[in-house]
């Protein structure tokens, strides 16, 4: 693994502080499902993603370590109220939900994340939430019947007012079938041009984990695409493999090239840009407030 992808761990307490908060309730975050690389960093700074619905996907995407291919967990009914308390011990003034995808669901879990955000704001009013959904595609009718539904689900969340409303692309419009099993380029793009349908006023983030294959062009397609549906924000980071079972790297980007691309994105109109090898969808994510 290159130099620069290699960080300090963290301080033992601060990090402990926040596991405990999250182990104590029994709740999850993405920072540990997902093995993020600053977890460190950010659990020294009080900080986390809450990953909510539990920690199993029903998706299968080559590159997550989130646990998937067995039965998810039934909802915790008093995981919103307990995310609300983490949130309040921790004193956070923006906060990131997240959640696995929830296939299984009635309404894909759209209606869970509205219940969580309420009950933040209820103990913590002034906090700032921002969503990273999955795309709330599921069931078996019609394309024409399961995008009204879709509609119907991001139209829940956008009704629930996010500081920011997140939904990854994860990378080029190639390689989408391989690395993001049971997802669509396309579908992902009508979550963000939906969002901004619903309410222009609300700001729509994605983000593309670079190191699966894709060129430095087709990276640059993606990111016009997506200006293309108004998304405002993004992110660019390197995919590290989480284990064996995983999709392999094919390349590692350079800070250097990451900061190229960076300012492309930027040349686009994009309001805020992170690009970089650590950058994570949440990382530093109050800073384009």
Not at 6 to 19: N, W
Not at 64 to 77: E, I, N
Not at 172 to 193: N, T
Not at 228 to 237: A, K
């Amino acid at each position: 693994m290159p130099e620069w992808l290699r960080r300090p761990v963290g301080k033992a307490s601060e990090i402990s502080t926040v596991q405990k908060i999250i182990k104590q309730r029994q709740i999850h975050t993405i920072c540990e499902e997902g093995r993020c690389p600053n977890r460190g960093e950010c659990y020294a700074q009080k900080t986390a993603t809450f990953l909510l619905m539990g920690p199993i996907c029903t998706r299968a995407c080559g590159f997550c370590q989130v646990d998937k291919g067995h039965a998810p967990m039934p909802l915790d009914p008093q995981e919103p109220e307990k995310i609300a308390e983490s949130v309040n011990l921790l004193g956070l003034e923006y906060v990131v939900l997240t959640s696995v995808a929830r296939d299984d669901l009635a309404d894909q879990g759209a209606g869970w994340f509205a219940t969580t955000m309420a009950a933040i704001r209820k103990t913590n009013p002034n906090t700032q939430i921002e969503v990273l959904t999955p795309d709330f595609w599921g069931g078996r009718a019609t394309d024409l019947e399961v995008a009204e539904m879709q509609r119907q689900r991001i139209a829940t969340v956008v009704a629930a007012q996010p500081a920011c409303f997140n939904h990854n692309i994860e990378t080029v419009k190639r390689l989408q079938g391989p690395v993001r099993r049971g997802a669509k380029y396309e579908r992902s793009l009508q979550v963000l041009q939906v969002v901004k349908q619903l309410n222009p006023q609300i700001p729509t983030k994605s983000g593309l984990m670079l190191g699966h294959g894709e060129t430095e062009s087709e990276v640059i397609e993606a990111m016009q695409d997506l200006r293309t549906v108004d998304c405002d924000r993004l992110t660019l980071g390197q995919y590290m493999r989480p284990s064996l079972e995983h999709l392999p790297v094919q390349k590692y980007w350079t800070p250097a090239e990451f900061e190229h691309l960076g300012a492309i994105a930027r040349a686009m109109g994009f309001s805020h840009v992170r690009s970089g090898p650590l950058v994570r969808s949440s990382y530093h994510a109050g800073e384009a407030v």
